[in-house]
C-alpha cells in the first residue's frame, strides 16, 4: 500500500513540477498574442489574440539586434569554451601530472563563485587594465567572459562521459594493432561525442541566458537578456515574447530530433 | 598558479611517472591538452579576483568623488559588513529556503525520471532543460505579472482571505519563489544523475528484506543519493546568494539581497567601488568556506 503510494506520489509531483517549469514559459506564449499599448502586462481584450508580433518579430527597435548580437556570443564562447574544456578534460582524465590537484581547484572553483562576483572582477580588470591596451566594454568583453564560465561546465560534462567509459573498449582497440591514432579517432572520440555536444548545449544556454555578468562586462552592447531587462521598466515587447518563445520550441527541437537521430542510429546497428 | 608554473618545466617530468605502456617522449601532451583552458581561467578568472582585492583595499581620493587610490585600507570591509548585514543576512537565508523548497519539488521528479519515466525519460530530461532558453528574465518577468495582485495566485488567495498582507509580490515570498523557480533545474540534474546510476538492485533488496518503501527509501535510496543532492545543494544555493535579479523584478527595498547592493554600488554610487569589491569578497570567501566545509564533510568525487 504504502510503495504504491510512493510510486503514485513521486509520479504526481513529478508532474506538477514539469508544469511548474513551463508555467512561465506559457504565459510568455499567450502574450506573444497580446495586442498591447505601451506594455506587455495586461491582456488587451480589444484586438488580441493577434498574430502581428509572429508576422513581425524584429517590430520593436533594437530587439533583432540584441538577438543578433546574443547568438553571434552564444555561437563563439560556445566552440571556443567547447574546444578548451574537452581538451582541459581530457588532461585531467586521462593524464598524470604534477599540478592535476591545483588544476582540478581552478577549474571547480569559477562553477563555486556567484557570477555577481564574477562579473564585478571582469569588470575592474577591463575598465582599469584592459582599456589601456584598447579592448572597451563591450561584444568582445562579453565573449570573453562567457568562453570563461563555460569552460568549467564543459569540463564537469566531459569528464563524467569520459569517466563513464569502460577502459577495456580501448584496450580491445589495442588488441586489435590499431594505433593510438586511430584509438582515438575511431574509438575514444566517437563515445565521448554525445558529451561534447552536450556540453556545447549547455555552454550555448548558459551564454544566450545569461544576465548577470553580461550585465556588468557589457558597456553599451545590448544582448537579449539586457534588451528584456532594460525594457521591462517602460514595457517589454511583445516581440520579446516572440523570440524568447521561439528560442525555446527550437531549443525543444533540436534536442528531439538529436535523440531520434541517435535512437535511429542505434537501432539499425 | 602552479599548473602554468609546472607547464613551464613539462620536459623535466620524471619519466617514472608516465605508465609503461605510454610512450617516452609523450609526457609534453598532458600540459599541450591543459594549458590553453588553464591559462583562459588564470587570465580572465583568478587574476580579476586578485584585482577585486586590491581595489576593495583602495581609498576614495578626498573631495574628488569617484577617484581612488591604492591602499591598504580595510575599512572598507568593516562599511561593507556593518552598512550591509542585513542584505547579506537576507542572502543566506532566501537562497537556504530556496535551496530547501528546491530540494522538496526536485526529489520527487529526479526520483520519478529515473525509476518510473520508462521511456518518457529523455522527454523528461529535455522539459526540464528546455525552459533555459526562454530567458531568464523573460521568465521571471511572467512569474511577477503570474504572483501580482490582479493576477491569478493573488486574487484568488485573496477570495479565500488566505494572504495576510494582500500582496505576494513585493514580499520576499515572492523573491524567494522566483530563486526557488529559476534555480530548481541546477537542483534536478546532479539528483537524478546520481540516481540513475544506483544500483537498482541494491533498492530492491531492501524491500527482500522486508523493509518497507519508507524505510528501504531512507536507509537506501536516500544515502546513494547523496552526492548529487550535494552537488544540487551548492549549485542551487550559490546562484541563488548572489542573484539580484529576482529581488529586483519580484521584491521590494525590504528585500533586497546583497547583489543588489553590489550592483548598485558598482553603477549607481559614485565612488561605490571599494565597498561594492569588499562586498563581492566577502561574498565569496564565505561562499568558498562554506563549499570546504561541505566539500569536507561530504567528500568531492560529485564535484571535483
Known sequence: ?269 | MSALAHAGSAGGAPAGDTPPQEREGRSWLPYLLLVPGALWLLVFFVVPLVQLFTVSLQSQFPGYPGYYYRDVNFSNYLTALTDFAPQFGRSLLFAGLATFFAFCLAYPLAYAMAFKAGRWRNIMLIAVIAPFFTSFILRTVAWRQILADEGPVASTLNALHLLPGGHITETWAAVVAGLTYNFLPFMVLPIYASLERADHRVIEAGGDLYANGFTTFRTVTLPMSMPGVLAGTLLTFIPAAGDYVNADLLGADDTKMVGNVIESQFFKVLGGFPVAAALSFTLMALILAMVFVYVRRFGTEELV
Open chain 1, 1 to 269: 500500500m504504502i510503495r504504491w503510494l510512493t510510486n503514485r506520489f513521486a509520479i504526481i509531483v513529478a508532474v506538477l513540477v514539469l508544469l511548474y517549469l513551463f508555467l512561465p514559459v506559457a504565459y510568455t506564449f499567450v502574450f506573444s498574442f497580446n495586442n498591447y499599448r505601451k506594455s506587455n502586462i495586461v491582456w488587451n481584450p480589444v484586438g488580441s489574440p493577434t498574430l502581428k508580433h509572429w508576422k513581425d518579430p524584429c517590430g520593436a527597435p533594437g530587439v533583432c539586434d540584441a538577438l543578433v548580437t546574443s547568438l553571434q556570443i552564444g555561437v563563439i564562447a560556445t566552440v571556443i569554451a567547447t574546444v578548451l574544456g574537452t581538451l582541459l578534460a581530457f588532461a585531467l582524465v586521462r593524464h598524470q601530472f604534477r599540478g592535476k590537484a591545483t588544476s582540478n581547484v581552478l577549474v571547480f572553483v569559477p562553477m563555486a563563485t556567484p557570477e555577481i562576483v564574477l562579473g564585478a572582477s571582469l569588470l575592474t580588470i577591463f575598465v582599469q587594465g584592459f582599456s589601456r591596451v584598447g579592448l572597451g566594454l563591450g561584444f568582445w568583453t562579453i565573449t570573453i567572459a562567457h568562453i570563461m564560465f563555460c569552460i568549467s561546465f564543459v569540463v564537469v560534462t566531459v569528464k563524467a562521459r569520459l569517466q563513464s567509459l569502460d577502459p577495456r573498449i580501448e584496450e580491445a582497440a589495442q588488441d586489435l594493432y590499431a594505433g593510438p591514432g586511430a584509438t582515438f579517432w575511431r574509438v575514444t572520440f566517437p563515445l565521448v561525442l554525445p558529451g561534447i555536444v552536450g556540453a556545447a548545449l549547455l555552454s550555448f544556454s548558459l551564454s544566450f541566458d545569461d544576465f548577470i555578468i553580461t550585465n556588468f562586462v557589457s558597456g553599451n552592447e545590448t544582448t537579449f537578456p539586457k534588451f528584456v531587462y532594460v525594457s521591462y521598466l517602460r514595457g517589454i515587447p511583445a516581440q520579446a515574447n516572440v523570440i524568447g518563445f521561439s528560442m525555446f520550441v527550437l531549443a525543444l527541437a533540436l534536442v528531439i530530433i538529436g535523440q531520434l537521430v541517435g535512437n535511429a542510429r542505434r537501432s539499425s546497428k
